[in-house]
């Protein structure tokens, strides 16, 4: 059975950061790029980021140059290092697992969210 | 970044009916679209992936269309657990984006 799970959510103070993680399970991890998805309390999906198998990284353009994204294959794990929160970045992250299927690609796993807090 | 639009934000329907939601891309994705289910507390669930292929599991009352910019979620029979937010997404572009998404309520 495939799983995701994250962790390392919790409040923070603005300027602050902070590291999500999010362990795999039920597949070979290093064969999947991977992604995280945020969602303000009440509001809709935003892409954050996201790395392939190669170790390639893509940034959306409110989290670039402050988030960075990594990978850990033999701990089959994923990362989102967070720097210089804002009140802004508050919300549930998500990671997700990429399917790649004749050419098209698509978010078919999801964790349970962790919940990021940024306020003084 | 493309934009993705969906349209309406909100609808209520009764059990049994024919329900659309549509969603625009601004500019050409091709296929690459995918639709999402979210209920609440939950983590969104694929339903459509490449603008009309049916993920595994999800019940056939559930359909997509479109191509280029245009696209269209329908679902057949509104069924009481089909209640949810639905959301459209693009994978045109390594930027991935979200349409706002669609509430849909059963009266």
């Known amino acids: 059975e495939v799983q995701l799970v994250e962790s390392g959510g919790g409040l923070v103070q603005p300027g602050g950061s902070l590291r999500l993680s999010c362990v795999a399970s039920?597949?070979?991890?290093?064969?999947?790029?991977m992604h995280w998805v945020r969602q303000i309390t009440g509001k809709g999906l935003e892409w954050v980021s996201g790395?392939?198998?190669?170790?390639?990284?893509f940034y959306g353009g409110s989290v670039k140059g402050r988030f960075t994204i990594s990978r850990e294959n033999a701990k089959n794990s994923l990362y989102l290092q967070m720097n210089s929160l804002r009140a802004g970045d508050t919300a549930v992250y998500y990671c997700?697992?990429?399917?790649?299927?004749?050419?098209?690609?698509?978010?078919?796993?999801w964790g349970q969210g962790t919940l990021v807090t940024v306020s003084s | 970044d493309i934009q993705m639009t969906q349209s309406p934000s909100s609808l209520s329907a009764s059990v049994g009916d024919r329900v659309t939601i549509t969603c625009r891309a601004s500019q050409n994705i091709r296929k690459y679209l995918n639709w999402y289910q979210q209920k609440p507390g939950k983590a969104p669930k694929l339903l459509i992936y490449a603008a009309s292929s049916l993920q595994s599991g999800v019940p056939s009352r559930f359909s997509g269309s479109g191509s280029g910019t245009d696209f269209t979620l329908t679902i057949s029979s509104l069924q009481p657990e089909d209640s949810a937010i639905y959301y459209c997404q693009q994978s045109y572009s390594t930027f991935r984006t979200f349409g706002q998404g669609t509430k849909v309520e059963i009266k």
């Open positions: 790395i392939g198998i190669s170790g390639d990284t």
């Open positions: 039920g597949f070979t991890f290093n064969n999947y790029d």
């Open positions: 997700a697992r990429v399917t790649w299927n004749s050419g098209s690609s698509f978010f078919d796993y």
